[in-house]
Every structure is written in structure tokens, then in C-alpha cells.
């Protein structure tokens, strides 16, 4: 395998996983106000939900 190849391939690991660990970061911080957002829009989510069925 040509070094090259190789350099690209640990890039792209990097480049993956280091994205990957900011998301996990970026979730945790989230995680309280996205847990909010749900509770608030999930009774909604649900409401429209009964009103289409009802509809048909």
C-alpha cells in the first residue's frame, strides 16, 4: 500500500471521527433543550396527528 493511500485513508478517519465525537458534544449540550422541544411538540405532533385520523 503506497503511503499515500494511506495518509488519505487516516484523513478521512480523522476527519469522520472527529466529526463524529463534536456531534456527540454538540448533542450532549442539546440534549436538555432538545428533550424540551419534544415534551412541548409532542402533545401538538400528537393532536394533529388525532385530527387527520378523525378527518378520514
Do not use: C, F, R, Y
Not at 487516516?10 to 471521527?17: C, S
Amino acid at each position: 500500500m503506497a503511503p499515500e493511500n494511506t495518509m488519505v485513508g487516516t484523513n478521512l478517519w480523522a476527519v469522520i471521527h472527529t466529526s463524529n465525537l463534536i456531534q456527540q458534544d454538540w448533542h450532549q449540550k442539546t440534549m436538555v433543550s432538545t428533550n424540551m422541544w419534544v415534551v412541548i411538540h409532542t402533545p401538538n405532533l400528537i393532536e394533529q396527528d388525532l385530527h387527520q385520523k378523525t378527518q378520514v
